[in-house]
């Protein structure tokens, strides 16, 4: 750990999360950064805000499931932080049906969790007759199954939500697949200290098109020639507006790279704006080509 990160006198420093104890993104921090001590946010913008504050040093985000897709209201949120992803780890995810000591499942009409979750348990649900209800969190939810006396609701949550909040596991591992999995990125101050000798090297951006015909095709172009391999492409719009479709990317290589440096210069020359906001080690889930 840097001397950088060394606030307030404390040995042991802070992780935000978003969500409950017991959420999936405080399980991401206990296994991926033991280190810190992690730090309960009522949403994405307060754990951000928590880094840039100095009250934590790191944030540990969702970005998205195997499953589910994108996790909503991250990307926008990154270039305006100035905040860096300095690591990514992918985290399996398995959910339980959790209901209340005394309920008996047979009597279950809700269920209530995070819309990721929700989606991530579609069999289970429609075997059961459940109807769905929307949740901030799924340990959230488990919080206020809890503290009431509801014995016709059920949540998705985790093993340990139900341990903290001492409910029941009506079933276990619900997820509609195995391979359920939710990738995480870590978020900084400052960048990590990556070179590209340092191993297989991801580097994330974002950026905006020039409005000219052609201008996405134009810009992916320069990835394509110089044989970069772009593992993600998404747009979200920008302040609400139609005509500010913002791109959010990830990209193999480091910037120092030839081929990388060459990329970037074609998508810069066809771009109105630019902003990296991580070079990082790759997770080791995605393998070494």
């Known amino acids: 750990m840097r001397g950088e990160d060394k606030q307030f006198g404390q040995d042991r420093q802070f992780i935000a999360f978003q969500g409950e104890p017991g959420a999936y993104s405080e399980e991401a921090c206990r296994t991926f ?4 001590e992690p730090l ?3 949403t994405f913008e307060a754990a951000l805000g928590a880094v840039q504050e100095k009250r934590a040093a790191r ?3 969702p970005v998205e499931n195997s499953l589910a897709g994108r996790v909503a209201d991250i990307h926008h949120l990154l270039p305006a932080t ?9 985290l399996s995810i398995r959910h339980q049906l959790l209901i209340r000591p005394e309920a008996n499942l047979k009597g279950i009409k809700t269920v209530r969790s995070h819309a990721m979750a929700l989606g991530q348990c579609r069999r289970i649900t429609e075997e059961l007759g459940l109807v769905p209800e929307m949740a901030g969190d799924t340990a ?4 206020s199954l809890s503290q009431g006396n509801a014995l016709d609701e059920a949540v998705f949550a985790s093993a340990r939500a139900a341990e903290i909040y001492g409910l029941k596991i009506a079933r276990e591992n619900v997820e509609d697949a195995g391979h359920n999995t939710t990738r995480f990125l870590m978020m900084a101050r400052d960048p990590a200290d990556i070179s590209s000798d340092d191993g297989q090297v991801m580097t994330s951006f974002v950026f905006q098109v020039r409005n ?4 996405l095709y134009k810009a992916m172009g320069g990835f394509a020639t110089n044989g970069v391999n772009m593992t993600k492409l998404e747009s979200y719009m920008r302040e609400g507006s139609f005509n500010a479709t913002m791109f959010y990317a990830d990209i193999e290589g480091h910037p120092e790279d030839r081929a990388v440096q060459l990329a970037l210069e074609e998508l810069s020359f066809f771009s109105s704006s630019l902003n990296i ?10 393998g070494v080509r």
């Open 277 to 286: 906001v991580g070079v990082y080690l790759a997770a080791r889930e995605r």
């Open 59 to 61: 944030a540990m985000l």
């Open 82 to 90: 100035e905040l860096q992803i300095v690591e990514e780890h992918f």
């Open 40 to 42: 309960s946010c009522p």
């Open 33 to 36: 950064a033991p280190d810190f």
């Open 140 to 143: 959230g939810a488990a919080k």
């Open 212 to 215: 000219i015909p052609a201008a």
